[in-house]
C-alpha cells in the first residue's frame, strides 16, 4: 500500500489554499553500524512534525539506486518502503546506519525487513507534507516572490515550480524555515543553501509537489519532503532528510542526518 500518496493531495490542497489567498488579497488588500542518535529533529511551535519519518535520512516509497556504486556516504538510517530488491547500488560500507525494507532483501548485512516500522514512517512523511504545506498552519510571509540571496526565517511559497540557487538561511538556532513549492524544485549544480547565524537544517523543509534535483556539487540544507523523486547530481551533498513518494537516486553523494 502506498503510504506516500498522500503527499499528492494536501499539495494539491496547498495550491487551492494559496490561489484563494491570492484571490482574497486582490480584492482587500562504516557500514552496518548503529545509527546515529535522534536529538536532530525540529520540536515545538511552528515545526513541521516528521513523527517516525525523522527517525530516517533517506526515506523512499520505491527504490534507492546509487548510480556510481561504492562512492556515496550517508549518515542516519535508510528506509525504502517496498522490497529492498529496490535498492540498487548502495552499499551497506556506504551507510552509517541501518537499512529498512520490507522483506530484507536489501544490502547484506544491514538490510532488515520493517514493514511495520515503514508503513508508519510512509504515513507520517505524508502527513508531514500535508502540514508543511497547510497555508493555514503555516502562513506564507511571500508568494511567488524571490526572497533574495539572503532568507530570513519563515514560510516562502511558490505556486509552481521553483529554482532555488545560492542562498544564505540567516537566523538563530531556533528559528524555522518552510518553503512551500507546488511544482518542482530544482538546486542548480554548484549552488549552495548554507546556514548563519546559528541556524540549523533540522529546521529548514523544502515541501515540494513534484519532484526535487539537487545538481552536481550543489549543497542544500534542510530536511526535503517531495511528492516526487529526488535525484542528486555527482557530489551533491544533502545535509538534512530526502524524505519522498517516489525513487531516490544518488551519485557520489553525502547525505548527512542534520545535527542537533
Known amino acids: 500500500m502506498n503510504r506516500f500518496g498522500s503527499l499528492f493531495k494536501p499539495l494539491t490542497w496547498f495550491m487551492a489554499l494559496v490561489l484563494a489567498a491570492l484571490v482574497a488579497g486582490c480584492g482587500g488588500g562504516g557500514g552496518g553500524g548503529a545509527a546515529p542518535a ?3 529533529v525540529c520540536a515545538g511551535a511552528g515545526c513541521v512534525p516528521l513523527g517516525t519519518a525523522g527517525n530516517f535520512v533517506i526515506l523512499a516509497e520505491t527504490a534507492i539506486t546509487d548510480s556510481v556504486a561504492g562512492t556515496t556516504a550517508v549518515t542516519g538510517d535508510v528506509g525504502v518502503h517496498d522490497s529492498g530488491a529496490n535498492i540498487v547500488g548502495l552499499t551497506c560500507a556506504e551507510v552509517t546506519g541501518a537499512v529498512h525494507d520490507t522483506d530484507g532483501a ?5 538490510s532488515a525487513a520493517d514493514v511495520a516500522g515503514l508503513d508508519t514512517a510512509a504515513t507520517d512523511a505524508g502527513d508531514a507534507a500535508a502540514n508543511g504545506a ?8 511571500t508568494t511567488d516572490v524571490d526572497p533574495g540571496p539572503n532568507v530570513g526565517p519563515g514560510v516562502y511559497a511558490f505556486t509552481g515550480a521553483a529554482t532555488i540557487g545560492n542562498r544564505v538561511l540567516t537566523g538563530s538556532a531556533t528559528d524555522i524555515w518552510i518553503f512551500q513549492i507546488g511544482g518542482a524544485l530544482d538546486h542548480p549544480a554548484g549552488t549552495a543553501v548554507t546556514l548563519a547565524g546559528g541556524a540549523k537544517a533540522k529546521n529548514v523543509f ?3 509537489g513534484g519532484g526535487t534535483n539537487i545538481g552536481a556539487g550543489a549543497t542544500l540544507e534542510g530536511v526535503v519532503l517531495s511528492n516526487g523523486a529526488i535525484t542528486l547530481g555527482a557530489g551533491a551533498i544533502a545535509n538534512g532528510r530526502l524524505l519522498t513518494g517516489a525513487a531516490v537516486t544518488l551519485a557520489t553523494s553525502t547525505v548527512t542526518q542534520s545535527t542537533p
Open 38 to 40: 535522534l536529538t536532530s
Open 134 to 141: 497547510d497555508i493555514t498552519l503555516h502562513p506564507p510571509v
Open 106 to 110: 536489501g544490502p547484506a548485512p544491514c
Open 206 to 208: 523544502w515541501v515540494v
